[in-house]
C-alpha cells in the first residue's frame, strides 16, 4: 500500500503542474481523480480548478470556455455539448462540501443546457457536438453520472429519467448487440458509423459511466435493471480480452493496437466499484488488481502516467501522456483501496 501511496503522490503531482486552463473533459477527469485522493492539497487543487470552471462557464450554461476543438476540420469547427459536463461532477462534489449555493447554480445551469438546449436524436439521445448529429461513447461518462448525481442533490427525479434515457440510446446505436461492446460513433442521418471501431477508452468511458450513475440511481427506477444488465454484460466481454500482462488493448478486437493504459485503468476502476456495488463477482477485483500492478511501471519518475492514447482516440491515436490519464490512475488506485 505505501508503494501505491507513492505512485498516486507523484501521479497527483503531475497534474498540480500541468497547465488545464483551456480543458474541459480532460480536466473535468483529472478534477475527479485528485478528489478521489482525499489528501488536502488535491483537494484544495481541485477546488481551484472548479472555481475556475464556475467564473468561466458561458451565459448558454456551459462550464468553461466552449472552444472550438483543434483536431477537428478548422473550416468546420464544432462546440461540443457533453464535455463540458464532465466538469459538473467537481462542481457537485463542492456543493456538497461546502453547501455554496453558487456550485450548486452553476451545476443547474449546465444541467437545463443540455436539458432544454442541446441537439438531440430523434429518440432522444444528446447529440455529442453542434455539427451533424451523432451519438459518441464518451459521453456515457460526461453526462449520465452528472445527471444522476444532479437528481439526488436537487431533488429532481427527471435528471434520473435524462440519465438512463442517455444510456438506453447510446445502447441503441452504438452497442453491438453480440458482445456487449459499445462502438464509437453512429451518425444519424446518413445512418452511419463514422468512427465504429471497438475503441477501449470509448468502452472505458461506457463502463464506467453506467457503474457511476448507478451509484445514484434509486433501487426502486424502472430502468435499473436494464443498466445494471448493461454493465455487466459489457464487464464479462471485456474480462474476456484482458492480456495475461494485465493490459487490455487500443483497439479490442484488433491484437496489433498497442497495449494502452487509460482504458486499462477505467475498466480496473469500474470493475472494483461494480464489486463494491455487489454488480460483479471476485473474478474481477482480481483482474482489476492485476491491471493496476502493471499500470504502476507506467509512471515515470516525473509522474506522467504513458501509454495514454491522445485525443480525439480512434484506431490511430498516438500513446502519450495526458490530465485524463492521470485522473484514472487515481481513480483506480483508490478504488482499490
Known amino acids: 500500500m505505501n508503494d501505491l501511496n507513492s505512485f498516486c503522490s507523484r501521479v497527483a503531482d503531475h497534474i498540480r503542474e500541468r497547465d488545464m486552463e483551456n480543458e474541459d473533459w480532460e480536466k473535468g477527469t483529472a478534477i475527479n481523480g485528485l478528489l478521489a485522493t482525499g489528501e488536502r492539497e488535491c483537494v484544495d487543487h481541485a477546488r481551484e480548478l472548479v472555481d475556475r470552471a464556475v467564473e468561466t462557464q458561458t451565459d448558454e450554461g456551459k462550464l468553461g470556455y466552449d472552444d472550438p476543438k483543434p483536431w477537428m476540420p478548422s473550416e468546420d469547427p464544432y462546440r461540443a455539448q457533453c464535455e463540458p459536463a464532465t466538469l459538473g461532477h ?21 444541467y437545463e443546457y443540455l436539458r432544454d438546449d442541446a441537439e438531440r436524436t430523434i429518440d432522444g439521445g444528446i447529440a455529442y457536438s453542434t455539427g451533424p448529429v451523432e451519438l459518441w461513447v ?13 437528481a439526488a442533490i436537487a431533488d429532481d427525479p427527471e435528471a434520473f429519467d435524462e440519465a438512463v434515457r442517455h444510456i438506453t440510446v447510446q445502447a441503441t446505436h452504438l452497442r453491438e448487440p453480440t458482445t456487449g461492446l459499445f462502438r464509437h460513433e ?4 446518413p445512418n452511419t458509423f463514422p468512427e465504429g471501431s471497438l475503441w477501449a477508452r470509448g ?15 434509486p433501487d426502486d427506477h424502472s430502468d435499473r435493471e436494464t443498466v445494471e444488465n448493461l454493465f455487466t454484460t459489457q464487464a464479462a466481454a471485456l474480462l474476456e480480452r484482458q492480456e495475461d500482462c494485465g ?45 493496476m500492478d502493471v499500470c504502476r511501471g507506467m509512471v ?6 504513458r501509454r495514454v492514447a491522445v485525443p480525439p482516440g480512434g ?23
Open 315 to 337: 484506431p490511430d491515436a498516438p500513446l502519450g501522456t495526458t490530465s485524463y490519464g492521470q485522473g484514472w490512475y487515481l481513480m483506480a488506485a483508490e478504488q482499490l483501496r
Open 300 to 305: 515515470d519518475e516525473d509522474g506522467r502516467v
Open 247 to 291: 493490459l487490455w488493448h487500443h483497439i479490442l478486437d484488433y491484437r496489433d493496437s498497442p497495449l494502452e493504459t487509460s482504458a486499462t485503468l477505467q475498466y480496473t476502476y469500474a470493475f472494483a466499484r461494480g464489486v463494491d456495488q455487489g454488480l460483479l463477482d471476485d473474478e474481477y477485483l482480481a483482474a482489476a488488481r492485476r491491471a
Open 138 to 150: 464518451d459521453s456515457i461518462y460526461m453526462v449520465c453520472p452528472f445527471f444522476a448525481r444532479y
Open 203 to 217: 468502452n472505458g468511458w461506457a463502463l464506467a459511466g453506467m457503474v457511476d450513475t448507478l451509484s445514484h440511481l
Open 90 to 110: 467537481g462542481v457537485l462534489s463542492f456543493y456538497e462540501r461546502t453547501g455554496e449555493d453558487r456550485y450548486l447554480d452553476a451545476a443547474r445551469r449546465q
Open 186 to 189: 453512429w451518425r444519424e442521418t
